[in-house]
C-alpha cells in the first residue's frame, strides 16, 4: 500500500505524504485543484474543473491549463489521481485523508445519533465528540487565496460556512453532553471555542452563563452577561434578548440558576427551514410597525392546523424583541377551554417572571386593571412598545375575549400590538370569536391574514435547502422526493415536517446511492399525519405511553411532578421518559414546563384513548392536583374539570360551585354561568337524592339569579325565579314582579 496522504483544509492548507510536505511543489492553483477533488469525493468532469479555475479565461485556454496542472499534480500524487478523458478524482482506494471530509462525516453521523438518543450519549460517543471538535482546527481553507478564481472563491466561502455551522453544533452538543456529566471546566472549554467560532451567537452567551454560574462562578457568568451586551451593540446593534436579560436578572438577584439537565441542554428542538413565507413574514412586521406609529387594532392570523401560523407569527416575534420589543404570550387549550382569562394570565406571568422583583409593578387583585397596567408601564418603559401575542384563539373562553376586545379598543393609539392566531374551520358564524372579528372589522381595528399551503415550489425549495444543510442527503433525486412530499402533505407544514422526520428517522445516508425507482419512498412516505404520530408513538414502552395518555389528558402545559403523583412513578423514571418524549419530538420544553409540539399531537392522542381509560386518566389527575396543592384554590377550575370527566359526582359537583364562585368574583361572569349550569345539571341528573341536594340546589339557583341580574339577562332571570319559589314551595305568581317578589 503507497504511504497516506493527508490533506489538511480546516485552517490552513497542507498536503503531506509520508510525513513530508509537499504543497510547496505546486502553485495555488493546483492546491485548489487538489482540495476541490478531496472535498467532492467522487469524479469531476473537466470542464467544472477549468470553469472553476480559469472561468475568466476562453474555454481553449482554460482547458490548456487544466492540462498543464493535472500535468503538475500527477508527478507527485499520480498513485493517488483518477484522470481520464471526461473526469478527475482522487483514487478512492487509495490511502488518503482528509480533515475537513473526515470532520463532516463525523459531526453529521455524531448529530444523528445524539439527536436518537436524546437522554444522553455513552461515552465512547462522547469521546468521538471530542475528536470531532478537535479535527476542527479553524476556518476551511483559512487564509487561502487564488487569483482571478470567482468561482472557486465562491465554493470555497459556501463550503467554510457549512463546516463553520457543523463546527458550532459539535461544540454546542460536546458542551451539553459534558455539562450532563456535570465536567464543568470542560464544558467551559467547549464552550469557550463555541463563542470563538460565533461571537455573536446569544444562545453561545447564555450557555456559558448557565455553565459559570452552574459552577461557582456567579461573577464570572455576569461579567460574560456583559461581554454579550457589549458585542451584540458594537457589531449588529441590538441587545441582549428577553432570555438572557431574564438570566441575568435572576443572577444578579443571587437566586439559583436554572435547572441545566444536560440531556435536556442537548436537545434542540428540530424545526424545518422557514420556508415560502416572506410575504406574509413582511406584512405582519409592518403591521408591527403600524403599531409603533399609534396604528394599533388586532391582527389575525389564520390558516387550517397545521399550516404555519404559530411559526410564523413566532419568527417575527423574534425580530420584534431582537429590536426592544417587549413580548408577552399566551396560549388557549381546546380542553381546558372553562378557564377564565388563562391565556392572559399565563401571559402576564411569563412577563413577570422575567422581571426583577423589585421591577415588578404593584398589582391588585382586578385582572383587567393588571393587564392595562403591565402594558401601560412597558410600553412606557421600552422605546419599541409591546406586543400581546394569544394562539389558538379558536378555543378562548368569552370573558378572555372581552377582555382582549377591551385592551385593543382601549390600547389602539399607542404602541402596543395585539396579534392572535386562529382556526377557521372551527371558527363558526356564532363563535364569540367570530363575533369580535366583526365588531373590530366595524370600527376598522381588525387587520387579517389568511395563510395557504404551501406551493410545490415551495416543497422544491425545502428539499434543497436540506439537501445543501445536510450531505447525507444531497445524493437524493430532488424531483422525485419534492413530488412525494408535496403529494403527501399537500402543502401543510406539519405534515412536511413529519414525512422529513419519517425520512431521517430511516437513515438517509443509507438512501444515498439509490436510484430513484430503488427509494422506499411508498413505504417511508404513505402514512399520514395521523398515522406517522402513532407510529412514534407506538415505539414507546408501555409506561412512556401511560405517561404520556396522562399529558394529553391533562391539555396544557404539564410538569414532572404532575406526572410523578399522577402516574406513580420516581422522579427518575420520569425524567427518562421525557427525553425519551424531546427525542422523539412529541414534547418540547416552554421554560417552568413540558407541551406538546403541536396541539395535533395532543388532539391525536386523546382521541385514540378508549373512554374507560379516559375516565381513569381524568381520575388520576385530580387525584394528584389535590395532593399537590395544598390550597387547591389555585387549581379550582382543573379540579372541576377533571373530576367532571372522571365522573366522580360528588367531587365535581364541589369543585364547580366553587370554581363558579371564584369565576364571579373575578367578574369572569360567562365561565361563572358555565360552571353553575353545570353543577346543576350533575346536582339533578346524578345527586337528586343526596342528603342537602335540595339546599345545593337553593344555592346554585341564587348564584346564577345574581349572575343574571349583573347581566340584566332578566328573562332567564325570571326563569331562575320560578325555579327557585318551586323549589321553596310556592304557587308561581302571574305576575313576573309578584314571582321575584315571593321567591325573595
Given at each position: 500500500?503507497?504511504?497516506?496522504?493527508?490533506?489538511?483544509?480546516?485552517?490552513?492548507?497542507?498536503?503531506?505524504?509520508?510525513?513530508?510536505?509537499?504543497?510547496?511543489?505546486?502553485?495555488?492553483?493546483?492546491?485548489?485543484?487538489?482540495?476541490?477533488?478531496?472535498?467532492?469525493?467522487?469524479?469531476?468532469?473537466?470542464?467544472?474543473?477549468?470553469?472553476?479555475?480559469?472561468?475568466?479565461?476562453?474555454?481553449?485556454?482554460?482547458?490548456?491549463?487544466?492540462?498543464?496542472?493535472?500535468?503538475?499534480?500527477?508527478?507527485?500524487?499520480?498513485?493517488?489521481?483518477?484522470?481520464?478523458?471526461?473526469?478527475?478524482?482522487?483514487?478512492?482506494?487509495?490511502?488518503?485523508?482528509?480533515?475537513?471530509?473526515?470532520?463532516?462525516?463525523?459531526?453529521?453521523?455524531?448529530?444523528?445519533?445524539?439527536?436518537?438518543?436524546?437522554?444522553?450519549?455513552?461515552?465512547?460517543?462522547?469521546?468521538?465528540?471530542?475528536?470531532?471538535?478537535?479535527?476542527?482546527?479553524?476556518?476551511?481553507?483559512?487564509?487561502?487565496?487564488?487569483?482571478?478564481?470567482?468561482?472557486?472563491?465562491?465554493?470555497?466561502?459556501?463550503?467554510?460556512?457549512?463546516?463553520?455551522?457543523?463546527?458550532?453544533?459539535?461544540?454546542?452538543?460536546?458542551?451539553?453532553?459534558?455539562?450532563?456529566?456535570?465536567?464543568?471546566?470542560?464544558?467551559?472549554?467547549?464552550?469557550?471555542?463555541?463563542?470563538?467560532?460565533?461571537?455573536?451567537?446569544?444562545?453561545?452567551?447564555?450557555?456559558?452563563?448557565?455553565?459559570?454560574?452552574?459552577?461557582?462562578?456567579?461573577?464570572?457568568?455576569?461579567?460574560?452577561?456583559?461581554?454579550?451586551?457589549?458585542?451584540?451593540?458594537?457589531?449588529?446593534?441590538?441587545?441582549?434578548?428577553?432570555?438572557?436579560?431574564?438570566?441575568?436578572?435572576?443572577?444578579?438577584?443571587?437566586?439559583?440558576?436554572?435547572?441545566?439537565?444536560?440531556?435536556?441542554?442537548?436537545?434542540?428542538?428540530?424545526?424545518?427551514?422557514?420556508?415560502?413565507?416572506?410575504?406574509?413574514?413582511?406584512?405582519?412586521?409592518?403591521?408591527?410597525?403600524?403599531?409603533?406609529?399609534?396604528?394599533?387594532?388586532?391582527?389575525?392570523?389564520?390558516?387550517?392546523?397545521?399550516?404555519?401560523?404559530?411559526?410564523?407569527?413566532?419568527?417575527?416575534?423574534?425580530?420584534?424583541?431582537?429590536?426592544?420589543?417587549?413580548?408577552?404570550?399566551?396560549?388557549?387549550?381546546?380542553?381546558?377551554?372553562?378557564?377564565?382569562?388563562?391565556?392572559?394570565?399565563?401571559?402576564?406571568?411569563?412577563?413577570?417572571?422575567?422581571?426583577?422583583?423589585?421591577?415588578?409593578?404593584?398589582?391588585?387583585?382586578?385582572?383587567?386593571?393588571?393587564?392595562?397596567?403591565?402594558?401601560?408601564?412597558?410600553?412606557?418603559?421600552?422605546?419599541?412598545?409591546?406586543?400581546?401575542?394569544?394562539?389558538?384563539?379558536?378555543?378562548?373562553?368569552?370573558?378572555?375575549?372581552?377582555?382582549?376586545?377591551?385592551?385593543?379598543?382601549?390600547?389602539?393609539?399607542?404602541?402596543?400590538?395585539?396579534?392572535?392566531?386562529?382556526?377557521?374551520?372551527?371558527?363558526?358564524?356564532?363563535?364569540?370569536?367570530?363575533?369580535?372579528?366583526?365588531?373590530?372589522?366595524?370600527?376598522?381595528?381588525?387587520?387579517?391574514?389568511?395563510?395557504?399551503?404551501?406551493?410545490?415550489?415551495?416543497?422544491?425549495?425545502?428539499?434543497?435547502?436540506?439537501?445543501?444543510?445536510?450531505?447525507?442527503?444531497?445524493?437524493?433525486?430532488?424531483?422525485?422526493?419534492?413530488?412525494?412530499?408535496?403529494?403527501?402533505?399537500?402543502?401543510?407544514?406539519?405534515?412536511?415536517?413529519?414525512?422529513?422526520?419519517?425520512?431521517?428517522?430511516?437513515?438517509?445516508?443509507?438512501?444515498?446511492?439509490?436510484?430513484?425507482?430503488?427509494?422506499?419512498?411508498?413505504?417511508?412516505?404513505?402514512?399520514?399525519?395521523?398515522?406517522?404520530?402513532?407510529?412514534?408513538?407506538?415505539?414507546?414502552?408501555?409506561?412512556?405511553?401511560?405517561?404520556?395518555?396522562?399529558?394529553?389528558?391533562?391539555?396544557?402545559?404539564?410538569?414532572?411532578?404532575?406526572?410523578?403523583?399522577?402516574?406513580?412513578?420516581?422522579?427518575?423514571?420520569?425524567?427518562?421518559?421525557?427525553?425519551?418524549?424531546?427525542?422523539?419530538?412529541?414534547?418540547?420544553?416552554?421554560?417552568?414546563?413540558?407541551?406538546?409540539?403541536?396541539?395535533?399531537?395532543?388532539?391525536?392522542?386523546?382521541?385514540?384513548?378508549?373512554?374507560?381509560?379516559?375516565?381513569?386518566?381524568?381520575?388520576?389527575?385530580?387525584?394528584?392536583?389535590?395532593?399537590?396543592?395544598?390550597?387547591?384554590?389555585?387549581?379550582?377550575?382543573?379540579?372541576?374539570?377533571?373530576?367532571?370527566?372522571?365522573?366522580?359526582?360528588?367531587?365535581?359537583?364541589?369543585?364547580?360551585?366553587?370554581?363558579?364562585?371564584?369565576?364571579?368574583?373575578?367578574?369572569?361572569?360567562?365561565?361563572?354561568?358555565?360552571?353553575?349550569?353545570?353543577?346543576?345539571?350533575?346536582?339533578?341528573?346524578?345527586?337528586?337524592?343526596?342528603?342537602?341536594?335540595?339546599?345545593?340546589?337553593?344555592?346554585?339557583?341564587?348564584?346564577?339569579?345574581?349572575?343574571?341580574?349583573?347581566?340584566?339577562?332578566?328573562?332567564?332571570?325570571?326563569?331562575?325565579?320560578?325555579?327557585?319559589?318551586?323549589?321553596?314551595?310556592?304557587?308561581?305568581?302571574s305576575a313576573p314582579g309578584a314571582a321575584a317578589d315571593a321567591a325573595r
Open positions: 500500500m503507497p504511504p497516506q496522504l493527508r490533506l489538511t483544509l480546516l485552517g490552513t492548507f497542507q498536503a503531506t505524504l509520508a510525513g513530508e510536505t509537499i504543497q510547496g511543489f505546486i502553485s495555488s492553483k493546483v492546491q485548489a485543484l487538489l482540495a476541490y477533488l478531496a472535498m467532492a469525493e467522487q469524479p469531476c468532469p473537466r470542464a467544472e474543473l477549468s470553469a472553476l479555475l480559469w472561468g475568466d479565461m476562453p474555454e481553449a485556454n482554460a482547458q490548456v491549463n487544466l492540462r498543464q496542472a493535472l500535468s503538475n499534480l500527477r508527478k507527485l500524487l499520480g498513485p493517488y489521481l483518477h484522470i481520464d478523458r471526461q473526469v478527475v478524482a482522487l483514487a478512492s482506494k487509495n490511502n488518503h485523508w482528509v480533515d475537513a471530509v473526515a470532520f463532516r462525516k463525523e459531526s453529521l453521523n455524531l448529530l444523528s445519533r445524539i439527536a436518537a438518543v436524546p437522554a444522553g450519549v455513552d461515552d465512547a460517543a462522547l469521546t468521538s465528540l471530542q475528536t470531532c471538535a478537535a479535527w476542527y482546527a479553524g476556518d476551511f481553507l483559512s487564509g487561502f487565496q487564488v487569483h482571478a478564481s470567482l468561482a472557486f472563491e465562491d465554493w470555497m466561502l459556501l463550503q467554510r460556512e457549512r463546516l463553520h455551522n457543523l463546527a458550532g453544533q459539535v461544540l454546542y452538543q460536546l458542551t451539553a453532553q459534558l455539562a450532563a456529566r456535570r465536567r464543568y471546566t470542560e464544558a467551559l472549554m467547549a464552550s469557550a471555542r463555541w463563542l470563538e467560532l460565533d461571537p455573536w451567537n446569544e444562545d453561545a452567551h447564555r450557555q456559558h452563563m448557565l455553565l459559570l454560574a452552574s459552577d461557582g462562578q456567579r461573577s464570572a457568568a455576569l461579567h460574560q452577561y456583559e461581554s454579550c451586551r457589549r458585542v451584540l451593540q458594537a457589531e449588529i446593534g441590538v441587545q441582549p434578548g428577553p432570555e438572557t436579560q431574564a438570566l441575568y436578572r435572576r443572577l444578579s438577584a443571587n437566586a439559583p440558576p436554572p435547572d441545566q439537565n444536560g440531556a435536556a441542554l442537548a436537545q434542540g428542538a428540530y424545526r424545518l427551514p422557514f420556508v415560502a413565507r416572506e410575504a406574509e413574514h413582511a406584512w405582519l412586521l409592518q403591521r408591527w410597525q403600524a403599531s409603533q406609529r399609534w396604528q394599533g387594532g388586532l391582527t389575525l392570523v389564520s390558516g387550517e392546523a397545521g399550516i404555519g401560523k404559530t411559526r410564523l407569527v413566532q419568527e417575527v416575534l423574534e425580530q420584534v424583541a431582537l429590536q426592544g420589543g417587549v413580548v408577552l404570550q399566551g396560549r388557549c387549550y381546546e380542553f381546558n377551554r372553562a378557564q377564565p382569562f388563562q391565556a392572559i394570565h399565563d401571559a402576564m406571568q411569563n412577563y413577570l417572571g422575567s422581571l426583577h422583583p423589585a421591577e415588578r409593578p404593584a398589582l391588585t387583585n382586578d385582572l383587567l386593571i393588571n393587564i392595562e397596567r403591565l402594558l401601560t408601564d412597558a410600553r412606557q418603559t421600552c422605546p419599541n412598545g409591546v406586543t400581546l401575542f394569544l394562539d389558538d384563539l379558536q378555543w378562548a373562553d368569552t370573558d378572555t375575549l372581552d377582555v382582549l376586545n377591551y385592551l385593543v379598543r382601549r390600547l389602539a393609539h399607542g404602541p402596543c400590538w395585539f396579534v392572535g392566531t386562529y382556526r377557521p374551520e372551527e371558527t363558526p358564524p356564532a363563535h364569540p370569536l367570530a363575533q369580535l372579528m366583526c365588531s373590530l372589522e366595524y370600527d376598522r381595528l381588525l387587520f387579517s391574514l389568511s395563510l395557504q399551503p404551501l406551493s410545490e415550489s415551495a416543497v422544491a425549495q425545502l428539499v434543497e435547502l436540506l439537501a445543501s444543510a445536510d450531505s447525507a442527503s444531497a445524493g437524493l433525486p430532488q424531483a422525485q422526493l419534492t413530488q412525494a412530499l408535496y403529494a403527501e402533505s399537500q402543502g401543510n407544514p406539519f405534515l412536511l415536517h413529519e414525512l422529513v422526520s419519517r425520512l431521517q428517522e430511516n437513515n438517509l445516508a443509507s438512501l444515498t446511492n439509490k436510484t430513484m425507482p430503488e427509494l422506499p419512498l411508498a413505504g417511508l412516505l404513505s402514512e399520514r399525519g395521523e398515522m406517522l404520530i402513532q407510529r412514534r408513538v407506538e415505539r414507546l414502552d408501555e409506561t412512556s405511553q401511560y405517561l404520556l395518555f396522562l399529558a394529553a389528558a391533562f391539555g396544557q402545559p404539564f410538569d414532572a411532578a404532575l406526572l410523578q403523583a399522577a402516574g406513580d412513578c420516581s422522579a427518575r423514571v420520569v425524567d427518562q421518559v421525557v427525553q425519551g418524549w424531546l427525542g422523539s419530538r412529541l414534547v418540547k420544553s416552554t421554560g417552568r414546563a413540558l407541551d406538546f409540539t403541536h396541539d395535533k399531537i395532543r388532539s391525536i392522542l386523546v382521541q385514540n384513548v378508549p373512554a374507560p381509560l379516559r375516565r381513569l386518566l381524568h381520575a388520576r389527575l385530580a387525584a394528584a392536583l389535590e395532593a399537590l396543592y395544598a390550597s387547591p384554590t389555585a387549581s379550582l377550575d382543573l379540579l372541576a374539570h377533571h373530576f367532571d370527566q372522571a365522573q366522580n359526582w360528588p367531587k365535581a359537583l364541589h369543585y364547580l360551585t366553587l370554581a363558579g364562585d371564584s369565576a364571579a368574583r373575578q367578574y369572569a361572569c360567562e365561565q361563572a354561568h358555565a360552571y353553575y349550569l353545570r353543577a346543576l345539571d350533575i346536582l339533578r341528573r346524578h345527586l337528586p337524592s343526596e342528603n342537602g341536594a335540595a339546599d345545593q340546589e337553593f344555592e346554585l339557583l341564587c348564584s346564577l339569579e345574581t349572575l343574571y341580574e349583573l347581566q340584566k339577562r332578566r328573562s332567564e332571570q325570571n326563569a331562575v325565579l320560578g325555579d327557585l319559589a318551586k323549589l321553596a314551595g310556592l304557587d308561581l305568581p
